[in-house]
T-cell receptor, first 118, second 112 residues
Framework: EPEVTQTPSHQVTQMGQEVILRCVPISNHLYFYWYRQILGQKVEFLVSFYNNEISEKSEIFDDQFSVERPDGSNFTLKIRSTKLEDSAMYFC????????????????FGNGTRLTVT | LAKTTQPISMDSYEGQEVNITCSHNNIATNDYITWYQQFPSQGPRFIIQGYKTKVTNEVASLFIPADRKSSTLSLPRVSLSDTAVYYCLVGDSGTGRRALTFGSGTRLQVQP
């Protein structure tokens, strides 16, 4: 079964540094997402991406965050200047095309990147 | 955003049927109900989705009453490996972020 892959599985960085988290979505999927989960808390939506642009973003996704699909297979999340509170699991997800009024195409999640900011 | 309410936690024993109910009083006409499962240190995994009445797959059943203001995920004969957090989400593909918002979920602990 095709799956979403994320690299690295664990990233340690110092406060103020830039990090790039990488994801390879399922190949025929058209919608891409980033979520984060702070230890012990719920899964929080960050951003959705379709047709090379952001579709939706949450309040968490401020100017320090950006996403990119640099080629036909990768989807990246960049944090420009990391803060201690950015420490979390970051999950990438993808889904097939959606048609308004039809069921949500299920999200397929990767196993995440654990980001530790020191 | 549509709000869903679930019990924070539930306990069960191996072999029992577990029913987890989610309340979604302000569900909209076009909204679907989707359930995900999450194991520790893994991403959520799609379980089942429905609009009304009953949906069954190889993993679970989903019961939705006529008013659709709640839904119940039913896991038949749970095993230790069903210990996880279960989330219900409400929305349709036209509602964007609302359909993508996870609540606090229900932490199911299955004991031997």
């Amino acid at each position: 079964e095709p799956e979403v892959t994320q690299t690295p599985s664990h990233q340690v960085t110092q406060m103020g540094q830039e990090v790039i988290l990488r994801c390879v979505p399922i190949s025929n999927h058209l919608y891409f997402y980033w979520y984060r989960q702070i230890l012990g808390q719920k899964v929080e939506f960050l951003v959705s991406f379709y047709n090379n642009e952001i579709s939706e973003k949450s309040e968490i996704f401020d100017d320090q965050f950006s996403v990119e699909r640099p080629d036909g297979s990768n989807f990246t999340l960049k944090i420009r200047s990391t803060k201690l509170e950015d420490s979390a699991m970051y999950f990438c997800a993808s889904s097939e095309a959606m048609v308004k009024g039809s069921p949500n195409s299920p999200l397929h999640f990767g196993n995440g990147t654990r980001l530790t900011v020191t | 955003l549509a709000k869903t309410t679930q019990p924070i936690s539930m306990d069960s024993y191996e072999g029992q049927e577990v029913n987890i109910t989610c309340s979604h009083n302000n569900i909209a006409t076009n909204d679907y109900i989707t359930w995900y499962q999450q194991f520790p240190s893994q991403g959520p995994r799609f379980i089942i989705q429905g609009y009304k009445t009953k949906v069954t797959n190889e993993v679970a059943s989903l019961f939705i009453p006529a008013d659709r203001k709640s839904s119940t995920l039913s896991l038949p004969r749970v095993s230790l490996s069903d210990t996880a957090v279960y989330y219900c989400l409400v929305g349709d593909s036209g509602t964007g972020r609302r359909a993508l918002t996870f609540g606090s979920g229900t932490r199911l602990q299955v004991q031997p």
